[in-house]
């Protein structure tokens, strides 16, 4: 995908009129309230939009629109190459409009357009095609059992599954929901954050043009204790999928038990560890991964790579290497695409992150790199430049707590079994990293770091093909891959007693 100047990009900006209202039983609605919010551009401070405020209500005509939808088994029922023809569509018309897309998310989260464009709508589009072309290759079992019986195991949708997710990749996350839900015959109601909203909105449009019967997939914008909560109390929803904090997965759980027990499938926070040990088989290599796998989308990531576990004896040299190679991201213009660093997300988020930075100087960690000013044309407020904080231990909050923000906490270690110990005391476990020229090390070491996924000699990278997800206060359930298929199903069994046939 190519990349218009700035120039253009902020012309069309300027000229963007972006779907404002909920999309519910295959039409765009407003709020039953008339109620609604500013989305507000980070980069300038000043609102896009004003996007219908879903209430209670109005998730509760989204739920009953997918169940009718899914009642009446046009989708739930039709065959698995006609559901993958209609989602094949989907991903067409989405490619189609991905420039508008990427200046959506970029106007609604300040990342870098460059990011929009190239990585985010390019992740979310491979997602949508790749569950389209699985689900004609899933096969249900038959049970060993004995001849005068047949014993099936089908796997069977589930029914309505709501989809709550964040505003640091929205459309990405959104479509690791909704695509393996869609594609196993389930409707879908999608809450998208309050802070990024436009993208999602914009694929109900794009759905019906696909071809996605009335009501097979429902947009709910709103507030998420109002919205997001009633979703997650709904009686007639089966499942409901989570990205976000740890904070609001405890809560949605427990929504979840006060209501029908529905599924639940969390993805948390982190804070996770990068292990460079004395043996790196390549430093330059390990101290770009360490840099981009902290201060990419501006260390708004929950498997950011936000402790540095450094062994003694390269700490210092590699250390230096990454405040050099740190000094070259500064904050700019999101819509430049020469831009490889933005605005954080809202002016409070970044009030918050400033606030961890301070904290960790107070508990004794050092400061290594400067608060920069903004740069001309920007304003200072939702900017944060890349932190090192060096000197950090697990025992100060700034390394225990997820910041979710360009911070990293630098930690001294002394060996493998050092490194590991220190990894784990943590009360999440998303994911880790190891650099080590010894990959018989390397595969040991992995069985004793408590995390969902390990990378080894590299990080944060990953495909749609592997499963993704964690452990500890990181959350369950796992989106990607075959897996995901998991948190959007059932098994059913038949049974058949042949021997009563005539």
Known sequence: MTQAPASDWHARARALVPETRAFIGGRYVDAASGAHFDTVNPATGLATAQVAACGAGDADRAVTAAQNAFDAGHWAQSSPAQRKAVLLRLADLIEGEAEHLALLETLDTGKPIRDSLAIDLPATIRCLRWFAEAIDK?????????????????????????????????????????????????????????????????????????????????????????????????????????????????????????????????????????????????????????????????????????????????????????????????????????????????DAHATRVRGWVATGVAEGAQRLTPDSPAPPGLRSEPLVPPTILGETTNAMSVAREEIFGPVLCVMRVDGLDDAIATANDSPYGLAAGLWTGDVTRALAAQHRLNTGFVWINTLRVGDISTPFGGVKLSGQGRDKSLHAFDNVTQRKSVWLDLSAAP
């Open 138 to 346: 899933l096969y249900d079992e038959i049970s060993p059992t004995q001849g005068s019986v047949l014993s099936m195991i089908r796997r069977a949708p589930l029914g309505v599954v709501a989809a709550i997710v964040p505003w640091n990749f929205p459309l990405v996350t959104a479509m690791t929901k909704i695509a393996p839900a869609l594609a196993a015959g389930n409707s879908v109601v999608l809450k998208p954050s309050e802070l990024s909203p436009l993208s999602a909105l914009a694929l109900g449009r794009l759905a019906a043009e696909a071809g996605l019967p009335d009501g097979v997939l429902n947009i709910l914008p709103g507030i998420g204790p109002e919205a997001g909560r009633a979703l997650a109390l709904h009686m007639d929803v089966a499942a409901l999928l989570f990205t976000g904090s740890t904070t609001v997965g405890k809560l949605l759980m427990g929504y979840a038990a006060q209501s029908n027990l529905k599924s639940v499938s969390l993805e948390c926070g982190g804070k996770s560890a990068n292990i460079v040990l004395r043996d790196v088989p390549d430093m330059a290599r390990a101290v770009q991964a360490a840099a981009m796998g902290v201060f990419h989308n501006q260390g708004q990531i929950c498997n950011a790579g936000t402790r540095l576990l450094l062994d003694a004896p390269i700490h210092d040299e590699f250390l230096e290497r990454l405040l050099a190679l740190t000094a070259t991201l500064q904050p700019g213009d999101p819509l430049n695409p020469d831009t490889r660093f933005g605005p954080l997300v809202s």
